[in-house]
């Protein structure tokens, strides 16, 4: 039985310990994966799916111990080899796939030294051959020009392609498992179609088996035989993907899958004079144009979502807006009034009336002030009010966005969570009382259980104080829970914009179409849908 | 942060008591001093005795005496003279790193200028011009060590103003200064505190250098640079008495590093 079992992990305890506390991070979990299997693992951040992902290598991090169960490898327990016997398993039989593949190569060297190291390394392979198959590879998970990709350094190809250069270098032992953790997290739709294709077929090509870790189940749902539901370092269920997707049998489970359903209510209709305008704006950076005669209108009381893919110019839109990037020509206007083009030339009442809220809430927030003094500022810069009249507001404030003043006033950013942090940063853009608030793609570094409690917020916030939002996202799902209006941008310009029924309806122009068809559905085969009715396209 | 300090290496108490000692010496000088630092007490370099416990220097004066009182004028004069360059440079820095474009590039292609002269010989020069003062001395090696502050400063500066919660001070319509103290000062303590024990040995080295060449400080006061030269002759005799100052500095410098090595240790958050 254990022979034809590639790998089983039996009751794994792993215990973290820092500054002489013990945390159980796995609680006991057990994986049986057979050879050519795909598992996928999901969660939300914190249930232990990196940490038994890279112990399913023998590996933990530092701070971290295997305290109890048993890892086989091929029958071989991974505990009891020492640290030579394991470093001879790792890259060879066991490859692993990091999230940022951005982070994981080394910016100094080139992609197909870095590919081929491993098997150069450990002698399975002369440089000429490991050069070759890794051309071969790079042919598989269809690089642009295989050939010269190799002699490119990792800032000179898009994240998409690197990260399908890092499952080449995974692949290039031909190892019997590979262990993906979140590789298509921090790309675009477009972009992880491409990858996730990739993946999905050097994977069958090659009966690889597979651990592929991920909080999109849309994701997991085309790719993984079958997942596993982790939740605090435990099991929640474990099911063939089909039935899974079907008939989850805990509440957890279904309340993962019902994430995806918050639809805001439909608030006021544009009426009446608009809050702000951006008017046939243009921006560059440098000689680059980055924003080509760009228009959109902000109404009081709704959300304007701007949705397309990284280097689209959202970002630069809202940086416009606020004043960050001045335009070359183009004209924003806030109640009526031009503003000036830069934020230094506007009065302290126009910039009151615009806030922000940022992606990374952990370069938002300065780790050196506490979050009552970082919520209390804008307060007492722009309502006039003395110290302690603008720390209760920032209490109020606190109590708004659901965090206890008494527990929270006086930590630090660094003692918070993901959600918490991106909450004080609402609360600091709601302290200035704003007509306009920019939201810079505020879900994208949270798991979809925090993220749409962010969401509800924003849409408390905005039914209750009447706030316009300009919502700057990559996920369509996002947009479709959120948004009033809609614009989509595609190298600098506005390729669809109106209201959000008519911009998601069809007819599509074609950038539209391709970003809609890209958001991963929640039904299996559809990946393998997407891909045939594309190659008909191509070949048509 | 309790339980850190509670187990302080080796190194680092040496360092804490050799600095607490020069402390007493520099606060408490007339006090603990037997005689007065430019008395006459005595023929030229009489040897050691329980008089004189280090003897007499070339005009007769106690040598304890002046050691102690050259602490005082040594160590105080480097630490007026740290903090002015401090001063200079983070200022210098971090406006620069926020205005950012002409203003940064007018300081940073200055001070490039500054520090492409050899320092003792910039010093030198200036000195001539200025006339060799109290005064001109410590402003002198103060815009010369300013300017290696400033690189630092505006280094760790420059990773800091690109953060988002600087852009969003910013885009309140906060100060400049208001910016540098609330929003990049708390971030940056740990590299510049660690600088700032580096640059008071060198600012102190300097300035004995300044004094050995006759520049620093000026006679009849001590001063430990200018106490090894005046007694330079004795060496020739065999007595070491004129390497008593030379310790003196060597020791203050080793403990000072002592100290700040075991600071950056601290901040960095590294485990033994």
Redesign the interface.
Known sequence: MTDKNLLEIRGLKIEGRRDGKVTEIIRGVDITLGEGEVLGLIGESGAGKSTLGLASMGYTRAGCVISEGDIRFRGENLRNLDAAAQRRLRGRRIAYVAQSAAAAFNPAHRLGAQVTEVPVLRSLMTQPQADREAISLFEEVQLPSPVAFGLRYPHQVSGGQLQRAMTAMAMICKPNLIIFDEPTTALDVTTQIEVLTAIKKIVRDHGTAAIYITHDLAVVAQIADRIKVLRYGEEVEEAETARMMAAPRENYTRSLWSVRSFRKQAHTDAQGQPLATIENVIAHYGELKVLDDVSVELHRGRTLAVVGESGSGKTTLARALCGLLPSTSGQVTLSGTSLAPSFRGRRRDQLKSIQMIYQMADTALNARQTVGEIIARPAELFLGKTKPQSFDRARELLDLIGMEPGTFLHRYPGELSGGQKQRVSIARALAAKPELIVCDEVTSALDQIVAEGILKLLDQIQTELGTAFMYITHDLDTVRAIADDVAVMHRGKLVRYGPKEKVLTPPFDPYTELLLSSVPEMRCGWLDDVIESRGQTATA | MARRIGKIPPTAAFGIAVVTTYSVAVLFAPVIAPYGQTEVVGAPFLPWSGEHPFGTDNLGRDMLTRLIYGARNSVALALVTTLLAFLIGTAAGFVGSILKGWTDMAIGRSVDVLMAIPALIFALLLLTITGPSLVATVLVVALIEGTRVYRLTRAVAGNLVV???V??A?????SLWWIIR??LL??ATAPLAAELGLRFCFVFLFISALSFLGLGVRPPLAEWGSMVRENATLITYGDITPLLPAAAIAILTISVNFIVDWFLHMTSGLEE
């Open positions: 953060m988002e919660f852009e969003a910013q885009l309140r319509g906060e609330r929003e708390p971030n």
